[in-house]
C-alpha cells in the first residue's frame, strides 16, 4: 500500500464528509468491499452507510490524524463536530482499521468510536498531528 492510497482516503473521508459527497467516498472502496462503521451493526456497502449517517446531519467539522501504517494496513483518528438538522451538535472520535488492496482502494475498514451528545468539542491539544482538517458551510 503506498502513502498516496491512505492520503487519499484521508483527504476524501476529510473532503467527502465535511461536503456529504457520497460519491467521494464511495470511490475510496473497492467494489465488495466489507465497511463494519460499528460493532453490534451488519457490514453495509460505505456508499449506504455514508448516505445514511448524511441524512440527519446538517453540516460538520472533521479532523483526521496522521495515519500509523504497516504493510497494506493503515490505522486513521479521527474528530468530528456534527451539527444535526434538529440543530443539535454531536462529538464523535474514533478511528478506522483500514485494508487496502493492490489498486490503493479499501477492501477492509473497522471503525472503533464515541459520541459526546449535545455537545460541540474540538480535539484537545496535543490530539494528532493532523493530516487533514475540513469544515463545511455553516
Excluded at 39 to 66: H, L, M, N, S
Aim: proline content about 4%; some cysteine; charged content about 20%.
Amino acid at each position: 500500500m503506498s502513502k498516496q492510497a491512505v492520503d487519499r482516503w484521508i483527504d476524501g473521508w476529510a473532503c467527502g464528509w465535511a461536503t456529504h459527497d457520497v460519491e467521494l467516498i464511495a470511490s475510496l472502496y473497492a467494489d465488495d468491499a466489507v465497511h463494519l462503521s460499528a460493532f453490534f451493526r451488519d457490514p453495509q456497502p460505505t456508499a449506504d452507510y455514508a448516505a445514511w449517517a448524511f441524512a440527519d446531519e446538517e453540516r460538520a467539522e472533521v479532523w483526521f490524524a496522521q495515519p500509523v501504517r504497516e504493510g497494506n494496513r493503515a490505522a486513521v483518528a479521527w474528530w468530528a463536530i456534527s451539527r444535526g438538522v434538529d440543530g443539535r451538535d454531536t462529538t464523535l472520535a474514533g478511528v478506522s482499521m483500514l485494508a487496502f488492496g493492490d489498486d490503493g482502494l479499501v477492501v477492509d475498514q473497522r471503525d472503533y468510536w464515541n459520541a459526546a451528545e449535545n455537545a460541540a468539542i474540538a480535539p484537545p491539544d496535543g490530539w494528532g498531528p493532523v493530516s487533514a482538517h475540513e469544515q463545511s458551510g455553516a
